[in-house]
């Protein structure tokens, strides 16, 4: 019997949306205002490989939330640059709260399917939350008027760790009282969403409403196209 619901965040229930760019040109122009000189495509190219990580899995970090601050110092000590604290500080607020400016979509039927649910489950939403805090997204979130239907947000920023570690999904199900047999996770990932939930035993609903081929061998208990196929699919189980 299903007791517990918890769903992933982006591309589950945000439309993916990208702020690199953004970022991108915030740090450039706030380098050249301190009047540090630096090629612009050796910038970039700094960028997107210190600051995403690319060089390293998740796995080799056990799966450890990078925070803003390493992923911005990382850029900057690939191009021999050091900054005062007080400049990294200044940075990574804009960096993480540059969502704000022009937050991301819902997806369709996200709002009606939680409102559905909410009376007769415990509702959670584990989310790894790259460079916007779990601070911001819950504001966003109340923006939309959605975050009323959470008992608990789980960020990867407040744990300390990314999906698919077990802890992101043990965190709820305990605060909820709840066996992971008796709940469904939700998300479109298949390496982080449907791995870590059935790796803890949670049934798994995969969310593909771009059909997409699966080339992993997780295989997911459901495959879903519309957020709101998830009522049926919790109703039959209960």
């Not at 490989?49 to 970090?61: A, D, L, R």
């Not at 900057?76 to 979509?105: G, H, V």
């Not at 997409?212 to 998830?230: A, G, N």
Request: glycine share 2%; with cysteine; net charge negative.
């Amino acid at each position: 019997m299903i007791q517990a619901i918890t769903f992933d965040l982006w591309n589950t229930l945000f439309n993916n949306k990208s702020y690199s760019e953004l970022r991108i040109q915030k740090l450039f122009r706030y380098l050249q205002e301190k009047e540090i000189t630096v090629p612009f495509d050796e910038f970039k190219n700094a960028f997107d490989t210190k600051f995403h990580f690319s060089e390293v899995t998740f796995e080799e970090i056990n799966f450890r939330h990078i925070f803003t601050e390493e992923r911005i110092s990382s850029v900057l000590n690939e191009i021999n640059i050091e900054l005062l604290q007080a400049d990294l500080e200044i940075i990574k607020e804009e960096f993480e709260s540059i969502m704000l400016q022009d937050p991301p979509t819902l997806k369709k039927g996200v709002k009606s399917t939680l409102r559905i649910l909410t009376p007769d489950f415990k509702i959670g939403l584990i989310s790894n939350t790259g460079v916007t805090p779990g601070s911001i997204l819950s504001e966003v979130l109340e923006r939309y008027d959605i975050l009323q239907y959470f008992d608990e947000t789980i960020y990867s920023d407040e744990i300390g760790y990314f999906k698919p570690h077990r802890k992101m999904f043990k965190i709820p199900l305990e605060k909820f009282n709840c066996k992971p047999q008796n709940a469904i996770h939700i998300g479109d990932m298949l390496e982080t969403d449907v791995r870590g939930a059935k790796e803890f035993n949670m049934l798994t609903a995969w969310f593909n409403d771009s059909n997409k081929t699966r080339s992993s061998d997780i295989v997911p208990d459901y495959e879903i196209q519309q957020i709101t196929e998830v009522i049926q699919i919790v109703q039959s189980l209960s």
